[in-house]
């Protein structure tokens, strides 16, 4: 149920994402999502790829730091309130650290990305929730 | 432990260690024998020696005892540079096989000359060296310490041959190379300067080779000062044995000491150097245990004598002996040169604290560089660390957290405040030869 993804240190300054797209792109990483925060001198961008080890490596070899961690998809609805519906669930009693949902959608229907301190709860509280965590092998079937 | 008798049977030392077991009376003597017959040659040879000499109104015949060498006059950096390039020569120059030079950052070169017997008394130094740090024939060497006009790497160069090593003499550079000969040649050895080497284990690491696996046992490392944080990373990492050589081109190049197995301070060759501390304000002697300026002269040297000069290394004589037997003395490892010291707002900084606050936070040793800059008309210092993969996190407030602990751990060190700067992996530019650690652009008054 959990998603692993990949997130990149790099310096605040012009050209960063395009370095990481590029690198990614040379090596034939797909990519499905990405995300970016800063704090004036660095930033952090978050990337769901089709295969994040190699992401890894090949980010490594452009002199570049990065790591795994898990988060979890899930669906929600599109309509007012989708989200709000979500976290009034036992889910939302989970602490989020953070949050950014996809510009695209999966087999016609919205996702969200929730990073959970706690990935493992928050997968057993989904569970108890109409909302179903969705399947790394489902998230990545058509690419 | 060892009985301290000079070349005992039972103690199983080598024959060529035999000059470090010397009885300690047999060494004094042999010392003051060496210093007369160094300072005649000086005086009768260098104008510049004879004129110091001159002024204190001394005669070569003045030093009785080793005592008297006190009343020396001192030699200082700016001595060999206003004799640039031959002036201390004390032999003419068809007697000299070898000259090396220095970076020469600050102005011109500085230029020193061997003579055949002076090159046979480096290479054995160092080879005594080695070989109390357990380097032995059978071993193959990766000698990445810098070769050309810097002593560095033809003088660890020349030891590990005279022992009979297999040498390979690649200098620095070319770092994934480094990589795959050490792993194709069996490299059992290397040497090298000790910030070279982390960027060797980065490199490695890049490539998926782990040193650990490597038959690589010993490293010999110096032409810096490093922590002992940085011993411990650099064992951690490659899981070799990591021992420190001492020496500046001005006395000899690298072997002027060495540690021993034991590694409990560096022992300094006596019989061909002979050490002081002094007082760096007052220049006044002080006793062995006492910390303050080494100052070396040279007891054997031919070419180019040296006597009483200022190395700007902070450090002490130990009083104990080491548990190793040998009797020549140690020096406390070099953690910081006057030369180094930064003065940022009337506080006195060493680069060499900020290794060991990096450590102490993250128990990793990143990359880093200090800055110093004026902003408003006050001076900065600003410490750039690399963030290693290790050190990555997905949660913005852990690497704002990452920051805060370098800061606050540096600060507590240093007293004054510093800026941190979280950089990406090898954006810092990075040395093959000596660490460029400070980058200084403050405005001067």
Redesign the interface.
Known sequence: MKIP?V?????NRPG?LQAVCKSLADAGVNLLSLTL?D?G??G?I?LIVNNPEKA?DVL??A?????I?DVVACPVNAAIGGLAELLSTAVGSQQI??MYAYPSTLNGSNIMIL?FQDTDKAIEALKATNFKAIDKEELFKNT | MRSTAWNDEENRVLPEMALDFMPEEKLRELQLQRMRATVKLAYEKVPLFREHMDEKGLKPEDIKTLKDVAKLPFTMKKDLRDTYPYGLFAVDLSEVVRLHASSGTTGKPIVVGYTKEDMDVWAQVVKRGLLACGFRSTDIVQNFFGYGLFTGGLGIHGGFEALGATVIPISGGNTERQVMLMKDFGVTAVGGTPSYFVRIIDVAE?MGVDIRDLKVKRGIFGAEPWSDGMRDYIEEKTGIKAYDIYGLSEIVGPGVGCECECRDGIHIFEDHFYPEIVDPETLEPLPDGEEGELVLSTLSKKAMPIIRYRTRDITAIEKTKCKCGRTIRRIRRIGRRSDDMIIMRGVNVFPSQIETALLRAEKALPHYQIVLDTKNNMDTLEVKVE???D???????A??QLNKKFKHSIEQILGISVIV???????LPRSEGKAKRVVDNRKKM
Not at chain 1, 63 to 67: D, I, K, P, Q, R
Not at chain 2, 421 to 427: F, I, M, R, V
């Open positions: 993804q997130s990149v240190f790099v310096s960063r925060a704090s001198e660095f952090l978050r890894v490594a070899k002199g570049l730091s990065a790591t961690t650290d953070y990073r | 890049k963030v290693s993969r050190m990555v996190s997905d949660s913005m407030g690497m704002e700067t979280l950089c990406e992996p090898d954006s």
